[in-house]
């Protein structure tokens, strides 16, 4: 089959999303223009080579489960709200954080950058500037309305991070580990596991800057005893190394990547969150947050009031005959309306704000 086939599919869904329902509205201009692009290269098909057509349809398929993941009615939207925040500490334009809905218990980010492709490869298509960030993270479908549940995701946003920013590739320039003389592997094996690792104890380290203590958590009660491998540290070893970071230990990890973000010019890791008290939940009250510190630190203190009445089950509300799901529905329904109570509070003061 020729790749035309499935660009007049793309373009046709790309412009269908341009009239879709988003919380965020940029997402109805990214499909419009993807559409465009796709449109372009369907009238330029005698121009481009046909692996560059075929490249460029992988892109979008990759994508548009994004794209269509970040709708209103499919989105985790106040943890994407929560993300972006966040985001905005460490790159300079407007980014986009899209989500892709998962069928299984999985988080992970994909760094494929469709507008670099086509401000690089399509040079006959005129971009008009436009050129969006886009982190694309892919999450559990079932975690949609469970903030508490999508605290991995900012290990998946500390990815795009190191990605967009080279911080790993620098420690890796900086100070790559001599390899072990026993070791039977090769040199450029041994890096790549290096920069694997590293990869891994950063987006971690990211994480726990907003999530603290909750970042370790979360992946214990995901890989509980996952071991070294190629790819990742061990989860012992990236537990320690957290730890370490939230009590001021000094830890050589840490240092190389502060080393790092210093020579960089970026902001250091620093705690950027402070615990909310949500004794509140106890009378199914949603928590009111001062500020962004306390947004980020309340999937902390969320993740900690669900252990406790998981195990203990003080609260007033836990009934006799309450089950684990209805305990932590429960929290999460809090949570997220938290969340919801603190954007919309912010988006009325700046609709305040502009009109004075």
């Given at each position: 089959m020729t790749p035309d086939v499935n660009l007049h599919i793309l373009v046709r869904r790309f412009t269908q999303l341009s009239k879709a329902g988003f919380f965020d509205p940029a997402f109805i201009e990214f499909s419009q223009?993807?559409?465009?692009?796709?449109?372009?290269v369907l009238d330029?098909?005698?121009?481009?080579?046909?692996?560059?057509v075929r490249e460029f349809s992988g892109l979008l398929w990759n994508v548009l489960r994004f794209i269509s993941g970040s709708r209103s009615n499919?989105?985790?939207?106040?943890?994407?709200?929560?993300?972006?925040?966040?985001?905005?500490?460490?790159?300079?334009?407007?980014?986009?954080?899209?989500?892709?809905?998962?069928?299984?218990?999985?988080?992970?980010?994909?760094?494929?950058?469709?507008?670099?492709?086509i401000e690089k490869t399509l040079d006959r298509f005129d971009?008009?500037?436009?050129?969006?960030?886009?982190?694309?993270?892919?999450?559990?479908?079932?975690?949609?309305?469970?903030?508490?549940?999508?605290?991995?995701?900012?290990?998946?946003?500390?990815?795009?991070?190191?990605?967009?920013r080279k911080i790993t590739e620098v420690t890796i320039l900086q100070n790559l580990t001599p390899k072990p003389t026993s070791l039977p592997m090769s040199d450029a094996d041994w890096q790549q596991m290096c920069t694997n690792h590293r990869m891994e104890h950063f987006a971690d380290l990211f994480g726990a800057c907003y999530c603290g203590v909750a970042t370790n958590k979360s992946l214990y009660s995901i890989a509980p005893t996952a071991v070294t491998s190629f790819t990742h540290p061990s989860t012992a070893s990236?537990?320690?190394?957290?730890?370490?970071?939230?009590?001021?230990?000094?830890?050589?990890?840490?240092?190389?990547?502060?080393?790092?973000?210093?020579?960089?010019?970026?902001?250091?890791?620093?705690?950027?969150?402070?615990?909310?008290?949500?004794?509140c939940f106890d009378d199914v009250l949603t928590c009111r947050l001062r500020d962004e510190s306390?947004?980020?630190?309340?999937?902390?203190?969320?993740w900690n009031y669900l252990e406790v009445q998981l195990q203990k089950r003080t609260a007033p509300w836990i009934t006799d005959d309450a089950t684990t799901y209805t305990i932590e529905k429960t929290v999460n329904d809090l949570t997220e309306k938290s969340l919801r109570n603190f954007e919309i509070s912010e988006r009325w003061s700046d609709v305040i704000a502009n009109k004075s």
């Open positions: 223009r993807t559409a465009d692009a796709a449109q372009h330029e098909l005698g121009y481009y080579a046909e692996e560059t499919d989105a985790p939207h106040e943890t994407q709200y929560a993300l972006r925040k966040a985001l905005s500490e460490w790159v300079q334009s407007d980014a986009l954080v899209s989500s892709a809905s998962l069928d299984d218990l999985n988080f992970y980010v994909s760094l494929a950058d469709l507008w670099s492709f971009t008009g500037g436009y050129g969006p960030l886009i982190v694309q993270i892919g999450s559990p479908s079932v975690y949609q309305h469970r903030p508490v549940f999508c605290i991995p995701l900012f290990h998946e946003l500390g990815h795009f991070i190191d990605y967009h990236r537990i320690q190394v957290v730890n370490d970071f939230l009590s001021g230990t000094q830890n050589p990890v840490v240092d190389l990547f502060q080393d790092a973000l210093a020579n960089l010019g970026l902001p250091n890791l620093a705690v950027r969150f402070s615990e909310p008290d949500v004794t306390e947004l980020y630190g309340l999937f902390l203190s969320s």
